[in-house]
Structure formats: structure tokens, C-alpha cells
């Protein structure tokens, strides 16, 4: 499972709710989730590094990963969702767990401008955060700046998300905030309308921050990712 853009894999194993990786092993499954390229120290180490290199990245992980099991299912949050998607896309994978998947982001056309305005921008700006979604945000491990070129890199990462959504044919489960105000939940729609898989399902988590499995109800959302993962091992038994 892979972590999204700016943040660690503390993401999806916090220790003051739920954690999704402890719970997907308990109910007797091996969770891998790596700490991705330029991560896991400051935000200034993310300078030099684009959205073709996090795929390369995640191939690397991946391959390692698969070396060690019967099958894997790929899943993460946010980017961590958009890199799980390009996996399968390419890789005969049991399942996919999209969680928070960016296609849209809130405030869209806006967000757009802004990212090709600095496309080219190097210069380090701090992230803003909506007042009601900042005690949650500051729990995270995760960068609270990044150079300002980012901002296209993400783009261009959910543009070429939409691309390769008709080609992935694996199961997949599509998780997302009702009310996550980084990510439109337009995307989550978007994701089940148009991925070729015709084993696919949709889960609304309520009263949540963008990142759902560190806030209030990820417990709700690892029992529907446990449930998804079980079935799939059914299958294959």
C-alpha cells in the first residue's frame, strides 16, 4: 500500500485510531507499506524529483513485494491510489484498493491555473489548510511545504490517471471522504464510471478528512477493505 504525496506510511498505520495495515494483518494478510522517493525527512528533499519517478519508484517496491507472496493486492491513498492504479495497469495484480483517488481536485479550474502557473517554479511554499480539517492534517506525519512545482506534478498525475483507468481490468475497491475538501469526490464517481474492471465498488466514508484512515471512522473503512480483501482470497483458494 503506498502513501500519498507528502505524507508517510504512518498514513495508513497511525497509532490514535484504526490502523489499516495492522488490521489487514491481523486478519492474517503480510502489509508492505513503503516509505516513497523523498520522503520521510523534509520537504526540500522532494526538489528534483516528478511524477515519472514515483512510478518507478513504485515498480521497484512492487517488484520486491511480489517476490515474497502468492499474490498481491495493490492499494494507497491519494497518489498513493493514483500509483496503485498504474501497478495494475500493467501488472497481473489479485485486486486494487483506491482510497482518496485524485482526479479532481476541490476547486478545480482554479487549482489547474495554478499548477501550470508553476510549473517551473522551484521555490519552497508552505501548504494551507481549512481551519476544521487542520487538527486532523497536523496529526499526520507528512511535509507542510514542498517547492511549488509539485503542484503540476500532481496534476499531471491525475491527468494521466483518467488515461489509464479503461485499461485496469483487476477487482477494485474505490474508497473516498464524502466530505474530503482536498480531493472533489467527484473522483471517486469518476474512478467506478470509467475503470474497465467489471468487479468494482464504491464506498462513501462519512465525517472524514481527505486522508479517512487517519481520522475518526477508519475503522469503518479498514472492515470494508478487510471484507473486500477476504473475498478476494476466497477466490483464489
Known amino acids: 500500500m503506498f502513501h500519498g504525496w507528502s505524507s508517510s506510511p504512518q498514513e495508513l498505520n497511525p497509532d490514535y485510531v484504526p490502523s489499516t495495515a495492522k488490521y489487514l494483518n491481523n486478519l492474517g494478510y503480510t502489509v ?6 523523498g520522503h520521510g525527512t523534509e520537504g526540500e528533499d ?3 524529483l516528478h511524477w515519472k519517478d514515483w512510478i518507478e519508484d ?10 515474497e507472496v502468492d499474490g498481491v493486492i495493490v492499494g494507497g491513498m491519494s497518489m498513493g491510489a493514483q500509483l496503485a492504479l498504474k501497478i495494475a495497469e500493467k501488472e497481473p ?3 486494487v484498493i483506491a482510497m482518496g483517488t485524485p482526479i479532481f481536485m ?8 495554478w499548477a501550470w502557473v508553476n510549473r517551473n517554479n522551484h521555490k519552497i511554499i508552505h501548504k494551507r489548510y481549512l481551519h476544521k480539517d487542520r487538527e486532523i492534517a497536523m496529526k499526520k506525519v507528512h511535509y507542510t511545504k514542498y517547492p511549488a512545482y509539485h503542484l503540476y506534478e500532481n ?6 490517471t483518467r488515461k489509464m483507468l479503461p485499461k485496469i481490468m483487476a477487482p477494485i475497491l474505490i ?10 469526490p467527484m473522483s471517486a464517481k469518476y474512478v467506478f464510471k470509467k475503470v474497465g474492471s467489471k468487479d ?6 462519512k465525517n472524514s478528512y481527505h486522508s479517512f484512515t487517519t481520522d475518526r471512522n477508519s475503522g469503518v473503512a479498514n472492515k470494508v477493505m478487510g471484507d473486500f480483501v477476504n473475498k478476494i482470497n476466497k477466490q483464489c483458494v
Open 155 to 160: 496534476a499531471k498525475a491525475s491527468w494521466e
Open 200 to 205: 468494482k465498488k464504491l464506498f462513501w466514508v
Open 58 to 67: 513504485a515498480q521497484k517496491h512492487f517488484d520486491l513485494f511480489s517476490k
Open 93 to 95: 495484480v489479485l485486486g
Open 32 to 37: 508492505y507499506v513503503p516509505l516513497r522517493l
Open 175 to 184: 474508497l473516498h471522504s464524502i466530505n474530503d475538501n482536498v480531493v472533489d
Open 106 to 113: 476541490n476547486l478545480n479550474p482554479l487549482f489547474r491555473v
Open 46 to 48: 522532494l526538489e528534483g
